[in-house]
């Protein structure tokens, strides 16, 4: 997978700063024949890293029409972004039914193929947005004896998740074919699909109050996308205070999610292609109940 090397580089370092919030009172009181729930949200600041291929018209001389449709791929890279995410689960013994949602935006300068003469760049906007909803199922967990906060579990993951992801490529172009001067021009490369996924995650008691888990999971297979993976790992810490008697901890981490999607036929060949990976540190708090 591309960037894999440099992903797991950074989840090496992020792995002293890391956990996924999941199955919450797992870590603070024994199996409970009852439902328990966590409600998390986060905030994340991504930087978006890959490639765009879009498809444009651009008006031409001595063609039908007037205009040629062109493929254009712009390379992206930008970081400091803004963007969020939202966890909820509920457990029962060893099933846990989960739902997220992750979001982000980003306005980039992108680099583009040599086929517009002296234009070399472009802007590029993309909005991500993923939905998941699947379940869980704990396979292992072990608890240290007399430490009652401490335990070590391990799930596997399996459901559905809904990609949107809308690209929008801006660039000014000389007219083909001739000496005028450049005129806007246009492309898109979106999707909005849903896929199957699957995956595993495990989580690990530190101290009493600190736990380090790491998820990962991959989906796609062409039935949506062509493949849509990612990885996240934090540290959770539990607060000193409970407001209204609940738990509430405190997480700190690394998300990355790599998306690869190829759309419609565009010309020359080619067709309109996604390949783009946001990653970045992840800030939030998780509320049991």
Same mark, same amino acid.
Not at 91 to 119: C, I, M, P, Y
Not at 232 to 242: A, C, H
């Given at each position: 997978?591309?960037?894999?090397?440099?992903?797991?580089?950074?989840?090496?370092?992020?792995?002293?700063?890391?956990?996924?919030?999941?199955?919450?009172?797992?870590?603070?009181?024994?199996?409970?024949?009852?439902?328990?729930?966590?409600?998390?949200?986060?905030?994340?600041?991504?930087?978006?890293?890959? $490639?765009? &291929?879009? /498809?444009?018209?651009?008006?031409?001389?001595?063609?039908?029409?007037? +205009?040629?449709?062109?493929?254009?791929?712009?390379?992206? *890279?930008?970081?400091?972004?803004?963007?969020? #995410?939202?966890?909820?689960?509920?457990?029962?013994? $060893? %099933?846990?039914?989960?739902? *997220?949602?992750?979001?982000?935006?980003?306005?980039?300068?992108?680099?583009?193929?040599?086929?517009?003469?002296?234009?070399? #760049?472009? =802007?590029?906007? #993309?909005?991500?947005?993923? %939905?998941?909803?699947?379940?869980?199922?704990?396979?292992?967990?072990?608890?240290?004896?007399? $430490?009652?906060?401490?335990?070590?579990?391990?799930?596997?993951?399996?459901?559905?998740?809904?990609?949107?992801?809308? =690209?929008?490529?801006?660039? *000014?172009?000389?007219?083909?074919?001739?000496?005028?001067?450049?005129?806007?021009?246009?492309?898109?490369?979106?999707?909005?699909?849903?896929?199957?996924?699957?995956?595993? !995650?495990? @989580?690990?008691?530190?101290?009493?109050?600190?736990?380090? #888990?790491?998820?990962?999971?991959?989906?796609? +297979? /062409?039935?949506? &996308?062509? !493949? &849509?993976?990612?990885?996240?790992?934090?540290?959770?810490?539990?607060?000193?205070?409970?407001?209204?008697? !609940?738990?509430?901890?405190? @997480?700190?981490?690394?998300?990355?999610?790599?998306?690869?999607?190829?759309?419609?036929?565009?010309?020359?060949?080619?067709? &309109?292609?996604? *390949?783009?990976?946001? $990653?970045?540190?992840?800030?939030?708090?998780?509320?049991?109940?």
């Amino acid at each position: 997978m591309r960037g894999l090397a440099k992903v797991l580089c950074a989840l090496a370092s992020a792995a002293i700063l890391a956990t996924i919030s999941s199955s919450a009172d797992a870590e603070t009181q024994p199996e409970a024949d009852r439902w328990q729930f966590e409600l998390a949200p986060f905030f994340w600041i991504p930087e978006i890293d890959g $490639r765009v &291929t879009a /498809g444009v018209r651009v008006r031409a001389e001595g063609v039908v029409g007037g +205009f040629l449709a062109l493929p254009v791929s712009a390379t992206v *890279n930008e970081g400091g972004l803004l963007g969020g #995410s939202g966890h909820f689960e509920a457990r029962k013994r $060893r %099933v846990t039914l989960f739902l *997220n949602a992750t979001g982000t935006s980003a306005d980039t300068v992108g680099h583009l193929d040599q086929v517009f003469g002296e234009a070399t #760049s472009g =802007n590029v906007h #993309s909005d991500l947005a993923l %939905v998941e909803f699947g379940t869980a199922y704990r396979f292992v967990e072990r608890r240290f004896a007399g $430490r009652a906060l401490r335990s070590f579990w391990i799930e596997g993951l399996a459901g559905g998740r809904y990609v949107h992801l809308a =690209n929008d490529l801006e660039v *000014n172009a000389g007219t083909v074919g001739s000496s005028a001067g450049s005129v806007p021009v246009e492309g898109k490369a979106d999707a909005d699909v849903v896929d199957p996924f699957i995956g595993g !995650r495990w @989580s690990l008691g530190l101290f009493d109050n600190l736990a380090w #888990s790491f998820s990962g999971d991959v989906g796609g +297979f /062409g039935a949506g &996308t062509e !493949r &849509t993976w990612q990885l996240v790992s934090m540290l959770r810490y539990r607060l000193p205070w409970t407001p209204p008697s !609940r738990p509430v901890w405190a @997480s700190a981490g690394y998300h990355l999610i790599d998306l690869d999607q190829r759309g419609d036929e565009i010309g020359f060949g080619r067709r &309109t292609r996604i *390949n783009l990976e946001f $990653r970045g540190p992840i800030l939030g708090l998780a509320m049991q109940f």
